[in-house]
């Protein structure tokens, strides 16, 4: 009995250290307008935001690429771990939709604090995703109609 009273007393604090939710989120299309500034994909009660655009990425060596970069900021006094599944579309057609494990990602990020996405293609892989080349030799391949950070879930801990 007292082993099962401790254990229900363990549970109970691991409960109230963490909390995990799950979100809808929606699906972004590219026709015309390609944003170059930040765009609020998602906020969440002023606990979180996410936010996207599309920046060219020049490289030193390789072709030049459009990225679609993104910020996730904190607003809360909790840390947040995030999680979602990108759903990238290239041409209309979801390319990653099918590849839960490939396509998964996620970042924390502290209290207050922001994180974003960066052209550096040694770095944050999590908080970028390819776009298409657009190199002055080299534009040929599908660019990116549309994305989703599909099932999008977060963790907070104290």
């Known amino acids: ?13 691991f409960v109230t250290l963490f909390s995990q939710t799950q979100y809808t ?12 500034d930040w765009v609020v ?6 606990n979180f935001k996410i ?19 993104l910020k996730v900021t904190n ?6 771990k995030f999680f979602w599944h990108a759903e990238l579309h290239y041409a209309a057609v979801c390319k990653t939709c099918n ?7 996620g970042t924390e990020v502290p209290s ?11 770095v944050g892989f999590d908080l970028k995703f390819f776009s298409g080349f ?10 990116l109609t549309a994305f989703k950070l599909g099932t999008l879930t977060t963790e907070t801990t104290e």
């Not at 989120?25 to 170059?36: A, L, Q, Y």
């Not at 590849?99 to 990602?105: L, M, N, P």
């Open 1 to 13: 009995m007292l082993k099962l009273l401790s254990t229900l007393i363990m549970m109970s604090s």
């Open 25 to 36: 989120t929606e699906t972004i299309e590219f026709e015309d307008v390609r944003p170059s």
């Open 41 to 46: 994909y998602f906020e969440d009660n002023q």
């Open 51 to 69: 936010e996207y655009k599309l920046i060219t990425c020049d490289y030193t060596s390789g072709y030049d690429q459009e990225m679609v970069l």
């Open 75 to 80: 607003l809360s006094t909790e840390n947040i």
């Open 99 to 105: 590849d839960q494990d490939e396509y998964t990602f």
């Open 112 to 122: 207050g604090q922001s994180v974003e996405g960066v052209c550096d293609r040694s």
């Open 134 to 143: 657009n190199d002055v030799n080299y534009k040929q391949g599908e660019h």
